[in-house]
């Protein structure tokens, strides 16, 4: 009788734990997001992901030398290519993914910057086109994201260094500050190509989210895993 107690609550208890484990919703293999956010609202891609050559870009991963902790899934991206102030459109990194629904959907960087003395708005930035069946949902045209953007951290210099700070920061014209946008199709393939611009800045994911879902503050918040 007690053996058949003890099965019991053990089963309750498994049934618990299991309920539990799946009130975080996985966005990928090793990352979660609270499950109040849909999967249609949010396109989660790890900078790691990619299945373009590194070229001047290393992995780097909890352990190694340099490594930002708080990374998603312990590994990111770092550009070692051109100059800690800036460089050209160098090493593009492919990111493919489907539109989950029809809307318009801002795109955000985790980012770090490591400036090893340099000056804090340097080490900050990268550039950023879409291909693919979209539109622009901002004051950019369709012709102007289809092209290499510089995209730097939100912040610029102010931001702390060796530390996880969202990027989604246009800057198409010298000072003149925008954000990356777009009207996306629902089932339409897009293709996120992410180029180095500055030595030494880390790139650990990429969220695409809804903006009639989320204002910004909002998403900030929610899709920081760190
Ligand atoms: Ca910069
Ligand atoms: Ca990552």
Same mark, same amino acid.
């Given at each position: 009788?007690?053996?058949?107690?003890?099965?019991?609550?053990?089963?309750?208890?498994?049934?618990?734990?299991?309920?539990?484990?799946?009130?975080?919703?996985?966005?990928?293999? %090793?990352?979660? =997001? $609270?499950?109040? +956010?849909?999967?249609?609202?949010?396109?989660?891609? #790890?900078? !790691?992901?990619?299945?373009?050559?590194?070229?001047?870009?290393?992995?780097?991963?909890?352990?190694?030398?340099?490594?930002?902790?708080?990374?998603?899934?312990?590994?990111?991206?770092?550009?070692?290519?051109?100059?800690?102030?800036?460089?050209?459109?160098?090493?593009?990194?492919?990111?493919?993914?489907?539109?989950?629904?029809?809307?318009?959907?801002?795109?955000?960087?985790?980012?770090?910057?490591?400036?090893?003395?340099?000056?804090?708005?340097?080490?900050?930035?990268?550039?950023?086109?879409?291909?693919?069946?979209?539109?622009?949902?901002?004051?950019?045209? %369709?012709?102007? =994201? $289809?092209?290499? +953007?510089?995209?730097?951290?939100?912040?610029?210099? #102010?931001? !702390?260094?060796?530390?996880?700070?969202?990027?989604?920061?246009?800057?198409?014209?010298?000072?003149?500050?925008?954000?990356?946008?777009?009207?996306?199709?629902?089932?339409?393939?897009?293709?996120?190509?992410?180029?180095?611009?500055?030595?030494?800045?880390?790139?650990?994911?990429?969220?695409?989210?809804?903006?009639?879902?989320?204002?910004?503050?909002?998403?900030?918040?929610?899709?920081?895993?760190?």
């Amino acid at each position: 009788m007690l053996k058949q107690k003890i099965l019991f609550l053990c089963i309750i208890l498994s049934i618990f734990i299991s309920a539990c484990a799946t009130q975080n919703y996985k966005i990928s293999n %090793k990352v979660s =997001l $609270k499950n109040s +956010i849909l999967k249609k609202d949010v396109v989660f891609i #790890e900078a !790691e992901s990619t299945n373009s050559k590194l070229q001047k870009w290393i992995l780097v991963k909890k352990g190694n030398k340099n490594y930002v902790k708080g990374a998603s899934s312990n590994t990111y991206l770092e550009f070692l290519g051109n100059k800690p102030i800036t460089g050209k459109a160098n090493s593009p990194l492919e990111y493919h993914f489907t539109a989950p629904k029809s809307g318009n959907f801002k795109l955000m960087l985790m980012s770090s910057k490591r400036l090893e003395g340099v000056k804090s708005d340097w080490c900050n930035d990268a550039f950023v086109k879409l291909s693919g069946d979209f539109e622009s949902a901002n004051t950019f045209t %369709k012709e102007d =994201l $289809k092209k290499d +953007i510089k995209i730097l951290q939100d912040g610029n210099d #102010e931001t !702390e260094e060796l530390a996880w700070h969202w990027a989604s920061t246009a800057e198409k014209d010298r000072h003149v500050y925008n954000d990356f946008v777009y009207q996306l199709k629902k089932g339409e393939k897009c293709v996120i190509t992410l180029s180095g611009r500055s030595m030494r800045f880390s790139i650990d994911y990429i969220i695409l989210y809804d903006v009639n879902e989320y204002n910004n503050k909002e998403a900030k918040e929610l899709f920081k895993i760190q």
